[in-house]
């Protein structure tokens, strides 16, 4: 059964805060700085992976890109994606769940809400 969650922030501070959350959770955390290493993290351990938390501002291949080439690739297809964003803007975020993300957290946030998120992801997991 898959028991990571993948983050993919450029952001060293951010996948930090999520790696302490998902710990929390009793999961463990696999990281990376942009969407370039998530798509190979993902190539290499896809099946270990229960959940990916996806940043948006990120250099070399963004989160919108990263959310697609998930969504596109039939072995991924199934995994649930959540965004974490600087962006609140409703246009934005409905187009995120029309590409196939599970949910969205607006940063900054509080762990809780982080927490509640994920959970809500993962569904029956917990």
Known sequence: MANKILSVDDSATMRRIVSRVVATLGMEIVEAANGLEAMAILEKDYQDIALVVLDVNMPEMDGSETLLAIKKDPRFQSLPVMMLTTESER?????????GAANYLVKPFAPDDLAAKIAACLGDFF
């Not at 246009?91 to 590409?99: G, S, T, Y």
């Open 91 to 99: 246009a934005r975020i409905l187009d995120f769940i029309h590409n």
